[in-house]
């Protein structure tokens, strides 16, 4: 019973943790990161002595991870407009054709392999995020992620990846 008082006092000055103090632009990803915030704390949290100082520093750990989920997803739409205008047109065909070969290959991939590669590569989740959600080891999704990518490598060939 104390547990659930607790959970439902701190939502509110969660929210305003993300949406506020920090400026995160969407209310509902300030939503998502209270919702991951509280998972964070449920699943780990035996007794709490001080939850206060617990909440706040799960919260942060949880902003910093979205902040750089963030970032590495600004980083690779980079890469892919970089490449877009260093090719102009003539490139446009070729991008179509890589494309195709790749979700071609994708559907040959076991999903397991598929899955650890989203997430590392394209949600920007650590491989520790990942095994925790999986309840699989660090080693174990990292090297699930390194067989996903030699499959493609073979799949499509080395000169793409």
Do not use: W
């Amino acid at each position: 019973m104390v547990r659930q008082e607790l959970l439902e006092g701190m939502s509110e000055k969660l929210h305003k943790y993300f949406y506020v103090a920090h400026h995160i632009k969407c209310e509902s990803t300030a939503s998502d990161l209270v919702q991951e915030t509280f998972f964070r704390v449920i699943r780990t949290a035996g007794s709490l002595e001080k939850p206060l100082i617990y909440f706040v520093k799960t919260a942060r750990a949880v902003l910093m991870d979205h902040y750089r989920r963030e970032f590495r997803r600004e980083e690779a739409f980079d890469r892919i407009a970089e490449q877009f205008q260093e090719g102009g047109e003539n490139k446009q065909p070729e991008i179509n054709e890589v494309v195709d070969r790749v979700r071609d290959a994708l559907m040959r991939i076991k999903p397991a392999r598929v899955n650890a590669l989203r997430s590392l590569i394209i949600d920007g989740e650590s491989s520790r995020e990942i095994g925790k959600k999986l309840g699989r080891g660090q080693r174990a999704i990292l090297r699930t992620a390194e067989k996903g990518k030699a499959d493609l490598r073979r799949l499509i060939g080395n000169d793409l990846l």
